[in-house]
T-cell receptor
Framework: GAVVSQHPSRVICKSGTSVKIECRSLDFQATTMFWYRQFPKQSLMLMATSNEGSKATYEQGVEKDKFLINHASLTLSTLTVTSAHPEDSSFYIC?????????FGPGTRLLVL | QKEVEQDPGPLSVPEGAIVSLNCTYSNSAFQYFMWYRQYSRKGPELLMYTYSSGNKEDGRFTAQVDKSSKYISLFIRDSQPSDSATYLCAMSARTGFQKLVFGTGTRLLVSP
């Protein structure tokens, strides 16, 4: 149980384009989902907390207009990287809250050329 | 000072060894403690979850929490090459959003 999926697993895009990443909780409902970013050999950096039916809460230093988060249902949250730049290239991981802990998706590797 | 401190390693051990991984923390409000395993280029996988102080055992894995010392440990018995991964500790206080605070992760290498 407690499976979280992400799509796509890898994406390459041109600078200036937008990319959408989906995060789904497959076997449970998650009122709260989280989006993280991870640079090579570094730990997870929380970007934002996404609550179903309300606006996301962004961590300090994360641009909400650049990283658009939508949590339209209890099993789906999306992260859209708008006007992507090469410095946005990273590993994006979502998690979904179940009771007192979080279950993570497999991650999406984004490469912006 | 970081809220959660974890030695990044790498920690290299031979197959069959007992592995000890540790984290220290400064926030006494933390009550929920987790250990995640992350293979290269994959998302973290929940290994152990404990509430408050005490021990918890699951197969070859044992998690210990000592809140008085603000110190948590993960022990791996009979380590296998497949255990080679990065191990992340994470913890949270009883907040509405359950914001996790992660350690930097310890890279473990188990050689055959």
């Amino acid at each position: 149980g407690a499976v979280v999926s992400q799509h796509p697993s890898r994406v390459i895009c041109k600078s200036g384009t937008s990319v959408k990443i989906e995060c789904r909780s497959l076997d449970f409902q998650a009122t709260t989902m989280f989006w993280y970013r991870q640079f090579p050999k570094q730990s997870l950096m929380l970007m934002a907390t996404s609550n179903e039916g309300s606006k996301a809460t962004y961590e300090q230093g994360v641009e909400k207009d650049k990283f658009l988060i939508n949590h339209a249902s209890l099993t789906l949250s999306t992260l859209t990287v708008t006007s992507a730049h090469p410095e946005d290239s990273s590993f994006y991981i979502c998690s979904a809250r179940l009771l007192e802990t979080q279950y993570f998706g497999p991650g999406t590797r984004l490469l912006v050329l | 000072q970081k809220e959660v401190e974890q030695d990044p390693g790498p920690l290299s051990v031979p197959e069959g060894a007992i592995v000890s991984l540790n984290c220290t923390y400064s926030n006494s409000a933390f009550q929920y403690f987790m250990w995640y395993r992350q293979y290269s280029r994959k998302g973290p996988e929940l290994l152990m979850y404990t509430y408050s102080s005490g021990n918890k055992e699951d197969g070859r894995f044992t998690a210990q929490v000592d809140k008085s010392s603000k110190y948590i440990s993960l022990f791996i018995r009979d380590s296998q090459p497949s255990d080679s991964a990065t191990y992340l500790c994470a913890m949270s206080a009883r907040t509405g959003f359950q914001k996790l605070v992660f350690g930097t992760g310890t890279r473990l290498l188990v050689s055959p």
